[in-house]
């Protein structure tokens, strides 16, 4: 007996069969019994569409905080003259910008599968991620370029109390709209917006860095700007290769390997399983895709093999986080521990081979 491919879409009313124990106690049952979980349809599109409203949320609060820090950055660059500050700000107005293709990503990613984009439109996020690392290594590159070209002709910069002021202001939004964004997809799963967060973090380094330069140049060290300038590229280069990083995990279908070991196990321990086979994890936008081989006793009715699948799909969501879809297949324990093992190795005749049929 085999139900293959096993994809559950329904409403779960069954028991918890087998105690069905949760790991986390007794106040992890009080919230199991007073929050909704994503088992049906339209629990799970609920679940979506949270993730894709707070990502969007976060995106546009984020924008308009670094509008209004450039702004006021803006204003002091006028009043000093400062053209380290003028490059901090049209920094933080670079970093604002890559909120505009990672909310269209967002609001691509809400719009529902169809027969040619079967998975649906999350992929936009990643797409924007790459984006974003790209304005990354632009802010790295523009910030090195300015630091040299400071060395080989320095200026005098007025009003140095105002410009360590905007170093502040730079240093602070940025810092504001980093742990907001970060926070955010990670509780999410937006590896794009998480990225964009530590781009603004790279921001506010160098906002720090137009804060040390005016204290060097209040000292008379005209050499202070550049020099900081090239430690803070340095810096901006570190969190380029960690976001680079992330994106490219994700592009690449890459999980945490422990999400796969959790997944093994929580297949293996649910009551009436005998085998497991074949774990796949991918992560679509922000959120879990998962495909996996079960076997079971093989003198189980169809229906008594369902109600042990349909109890593994549930332990699978309560144990991985993020998780939207679980594929599962079902064999009968007397085939190989990975049904899909005979299949994969059976030889297949080339079309010439055939012996012709009139």
């Known amino acids: 007996m085999s139900t293959s491919p096993h994809h559950h879409t329904h409403p779960h009313r069954h028991p918890h069969s087998g105690g069905h124990p949760h790991p986390h106690g007794w106040w992890h049952r009080v919230r199991h019994a007073l929050t909704p979980h994503p088992h049906d349809p339209a629990d799970r599109i609920d679940q979506a569409m949270w993730a894709h409203r707070h990502g969007i949320r976060a995106v546009w609060i984020s924008l308009l905080g670094l ?23 049209l920094h933080n107005v670079a970093d604002a910008a890559t909120a505009i293709p990672l909310g269209l990503a967002f609001l691509i990613a809400r719009r529902a599968a169809n027969r040619r984009y079967t998975y649906g439109y999350g992929r936009a996020e990643d797409l924007a991620g790459i984006l974003i690392v790209a304005v990354i290594a632009a802010s ?18 007025h009003h140095l109390w105002a410009v360590a002021a905007a170093a502040l202001i730079g240093f602070a939004g940025n810092e504001l709209v980093a742990r907001y964004r970060i926070n955010v997809g990670r509780r999410i799963g937006s590896a794009a917006l998480v990225a964009d967060g530590l781009h603004a973090r790279t921001d506010g380094l160098t906002s720090l860095a137009v804060l040390l330069s005016a204290a060097g140049t209040a000292l008379g060290w005209q ?15 570190v969190v380029l290769i960690d976001a680079a990083r992330q994106i490219y995990h994700r592009l690449m279908d890459a999980v945490d390997p422990t999400l796969v070991d959790t997944a093994e196990h929580t297949l293996a321990t649910t009551p009436g399983v005998r085998h497991v086979g074949t774990v796949r994890l991918r992560w679509i936008g922000h959120r879990l895709h998962a495909e996996a081989t079960i076997a079971v006793d093989a003198d189980l009715s169809i229906r008594d093999a369902h109600t042990i699948t349909v109890d593994a799909e549930h332990r699978l969501r309560h144990t991985i986080p993020h998780l939207d879809t679980a594929t599962l297949h079902t064999d009968p324990a007397h085939t190989s521990p990975d049904p899909h093992h005979p299949v994969q190795t059976h030889p297949h005749p080339h079309p010439q081979a055939l012996p012709h049929q009139a």
């Open 67 to 89: 509008a209004a820090t450039a702004a006021l950055q803006a204003a002091i660059v006028v009043l000093s003259g400062s053209v380290a500050l003028l490059g901090d700000t």
């Open 140 to 157: 790295a590159l523009a910030a090195g370029l300015a630091a040299l070209d400071r060395l080989r002709h320095p200026a005098h910069v």
């Open 223 to 237: 050499w202070a700007d550049p020099v900081v300038g090239l430690g803070i590229t340095a810096a901006i280069g």
